[in-house]
C-alpha cells in the first residue's frame, strides 16, 4: 500500500511568504540570509507536531517583528489561527522607546505572555528560542564573551535572566526533545564565568 501524498499546500506558500518577507536581510551578525532561521524554527516545530498551521506559523515568526508585514496581513492571507499564533510570538516595541531602553521591558512582556501562551504557542515559540540558543551557544564557543557585543543588552547575567524565564515559560513542553536541547544549551553556555 503506498503511502497517502502529505498535503503541504498551506506550509508551502507559507514558506515562500517568509523567503519573501525576509529576502535581501541578514542575520544580525552571521552574513547568511535571515530566512534560515525560521527554517530551522520550523524544523524544530516539527520535531514535536506535524501540524501544518503550527510548522506555518513557525516559518513566518518573524515576519510582524522584522518586516513590513501586518497580523492583518497574515490573518487574510494564512487565517485566523496561523496569525494569532504569529501575534503571539512577536515583540512589541513600546513607543518613544529604542530598543536598547526597552530590551528589559520587552523581554519581560515576552516571558510574560509565553507562560499564559496555548499549548500551540509555546512549541511555535520554542522553535524560535532554540534556533536562537543553538546560534549563541556555538557563537559563545568561537568568540566567548566577546559575544555580548553584537546584542542590544551587553550584559551576559541579562540573557542569562531572559533564557532561563524563556525555559520556566515553556515548561509544560519538558518532555520533548526540544526543550530538553533548549535547556541544556542554556545551562552550557550560562554556567561559564557566572559563577
Do not use: C
Not at 50 to 60: I, K, N
Not at 110 to 139: Q, Y
Not at 151 to 176: I, M, N, Q, V
Amino acid at each position: 500500500m503506498a503511502n497517502k501524498p502529505l498535503n503541504t499546500e498551506l506550509l508551502d506558500r507559507a514558506i515562500i511568504f517568509a523567503v519573501r518577507a525576509h529576502s535581501g536581510t541578514e542575520r544580525r551578525g552571521k552574513g547568511y540570509p535571515y530566512i534560515v532561521h525560521p527554517m530551522e524554527a520550523m524544523e524544530i516545530v516539527a520535531t514535536m507536531t506535524a501540524d501544518q498551521e503550527l510548522l506555518a506559523a513557525a516559518a513566518l515568526h518573524d515576519t510582524v517583528e522584522d518586516t513590513e508585514v501586518t497580523v492583518e496581513q497574515l490573518r487574510a492571507e494564512f487565517g485566523e489561527r496561523i496569525a494569532s499564533l504569529v501575534a503571539e510570538e512577536s515583540d512589541v516595541m513600546p513607543e518613544g522607546m529604542t530598543e536598547e531602553a526597552s530590551w528589559h521591558q520587552r523581554k519581560q512582556a515576552a516571558i510574560d505572555r509565553l507562560s499564559k501562551a496555548s499549548h500551540d504557542a509555546k512549541m511555535v515559540a520554542l522553535g524560535d528560542k532554540l534556533s536562537n540558543m543553538r546560534a549563541i551557544a556555538r557563537d559563545y564557543a568561537e568568540l566567548g564573551d566577546a559575544l555580548w557585543n553584537r546584542f542590544h543588552a551587553k550584559d551576559p547575567k541579562d540573557h542569562e535572566w531572559h533564557y532561563r524565564g524563556l525555559a520556566d515559560a515553556l515548561r509544560e513542553l519538558s518532555d520533548t526533545f526540544a526543550y530538553q536541547e533548549f535547556e541544556r544549551l542554556i545551562n552550557q553556555v550560562f554556567t561559564h564565568g557566572t559563577d
